[in-house]
């Protein structure tokens, strides 16, 4: 794509709209001026200005689409401002921000460097990601080709409903009705071979997905296994009351927080305490919910 004229010169302020402009267009396949001025706290008018300053900078890549009172993504849309790859977008998502950060070369904003674990990546091409996203965002199925760890060929082609996506702090997932199964669950972004969104809206609603929208409140201890000392800093690690480490989570993500957190769900907690620090109390109540997790 030939840009008219380079972006080195626009404002700081500005280029952060513009990114949010390719992130919105490109995987929720739509960006309106409503959008714009929500995220950024300004007015419809100024919103109007970001799209038609948008529209010169690269004039194919956004499409006005009367129907939808706003732009979807060109045919041959190319992002200009903004690194559209998994790993840059999806944590910008998970963590509600409008744009990306600052350049690595500035200054930490808080004067505190820090780091995360260096897990390998674990998610599709933006493509399918784009497809899964729309499909949320629009409320529409999702034919996807998808590779399981079970027998079944993992060749075949699944109609999905998808409604959330899930980071678990290991790999991604997307949370879905299936057309096959009759049933809300799971699918990890890695393993989606292909994905393309349908035009017929889902059919399913995510209030009937009992175990995304119940809550169920977890009840874990320090492991039996640790010294007093090491139960009682376990405690206070985790501002315990009456000896107890309690909160709500969602009955879908049960599993995933018991092994984030390394709980040891045997029945006799005869995995290694200094490995497993944490048991869980309210096994019966929760086992149902999470059975993968349970050993």
Same mark, same amino acid.
């Given at each position: 794509?030939?840009?008219?004229?380079?972006?080195n010169?626009i404002?700081?302020a500005?280029?952060? /709209?513009?990114?949010? #402009?390719?992130?919105? &267009?490109?995987?929720?396949? +739509?960006?309106?001026? $409503?959008? %714009? @001025? /929500?995220?950024?706290? #300004?007015?419809?008018? &100024?919103?109007?200005?970001? +799209?038609?300053?948008? $529209?010169? %900078? @690269?004039?194919?890549?956004?499409?006005?689409?009367?129907?939808?009172f706003g732009?979807?993504?060109?045919?041959?849309?190319e992002?200009?401002?903004?690194?559209?790859?998994?790993?840059k977008?999806l944590?910008?998502?998970?963590?509600?921000?409008?744009f990306a950060?600052?350049?690595t070369?500035?200054?930490f904003?808080?004067?505190?460097?820090?780091?995360?674990?260096?897990?390998?990546?674990r998610?599709p091409?933006?493509?399918v990601?784009?497809?899964?996203i729309?499909?949320?965002?629009?409320?529409?199925?999702?034919r996807?080709?998808?590779?399981?760890?079970?027998?079944?060929?993992s060749?075949?082609?699944?109609?999905?409903?998808?409604h959330?996506?899930?980071?678990?702090?290991?790999?991604w997932?997307?949370?879905?009705?299936?057309?096959?199964?009759y049933?809300?669950?799971?699918?990890?972004?890695?393993?989606?071979?292909q994905?393309?969104q349908?035009?017929?809206?889902?059919?399913?609603?995510?209030?009937?997905?009992?175990?995304?929208?119940?809550?169920?409140n977890?009840?874990?201890?320090?492991?039996?296994?640790?010294?007093?000392?090491?139960?009682a800093i376990?405690?206070?690690?985790?501002?315990?009351?009456?000896?107890?480490?309690?909160?709500t989570?969602?009955?879908?993500?049960?599993?995933?927080?018991l092994?984030?957190?390394?709980?040891?769900?045997?029945?006799?907690h005869?995995?290694?305490?200094?490995?497993?620090?944490?048991?869980?109390?309210?096994?019966?109540?929760?086992?149902p919910?999470?059975?993968?997790?349970?050993?």
């Amino acid at each position: 794509m030939a840009v008219d004229q380079s972006i080195n010169g626009i404002k700081r302020a500005t280029q952060q /709209r513009m990114q949010y #402009i390719e992130i919105m &267009a490109y995987y929720t396949g +739509l960006v309106t001026r $409503s959008d %714009i @001025a /929500r995220a950024f706290g #300004i007015s419809d008018a &100024a919103a109007t200005k970001d +799209l038609k300053f948008y $529209s010169q %900078i @690269a004039p194919d890549n956004l499409v006005y689409r009367h129907s939808l009172f706003g732009f979807v993504p060109g045919p041959q849309f190319e992002e200009i401002f903004t690194d559209l790859e998994p790993e840059k977008v999806l944590p910008m998502i998970a963590a509600n921000l409008p744009f990306a950060g600052a350049p690595t070369q500035q200054p930490f904003i808080y004067g505190v460097s820090t780091e995360q674990l260096p897990l390998p990546q674990r998610l599709p091409g933006k493509e399918v990601l784009a497809e899964v996203i729309r499909a949320i965002k629009q409320k529409t199925a999702l034919r996807m080709v998808y590779s399981s760890l079970s027998d079944r060929d993992s060749s075949d082609s699944r109609l999905v409903e998808p409604h959330a996506l899930i980071n678990t702090g290991l790999r991604w997932h997307v949370r879905a009705y299936s057309s096959e199964t009759y049933d809300f669950r799971d699918f990890v972004l890695s393993r989606i071979q292909q994905a393309k969104q349908q035009d017929e809206a889902a059919e399913s609603n995510p209030q009937y997905d009992d175990d995304w929208i119940e809550l169920i409140n977890l009840q874990l201890a320090p492991h039996p296994g640790l010294s007093e000392k090491k139960r009682a800093i376990l405690l206070t690690d985790y501002s315990a009351r009456d000896g107890l480490i309690e909160f709500t989570v969602r009955r879908a993500l049960l599993g995933y927080v018991l092994q984030r957190m390394s709980v040891d769900t045997t029945p006799d907690h005869s995995l290694n305490p200094n490995a497993y620090q944490l048991i869980v109390l309210n096994r019966d109540e929760i086992e149902p919910f999470a059975g993968w997790a349970f050993l």
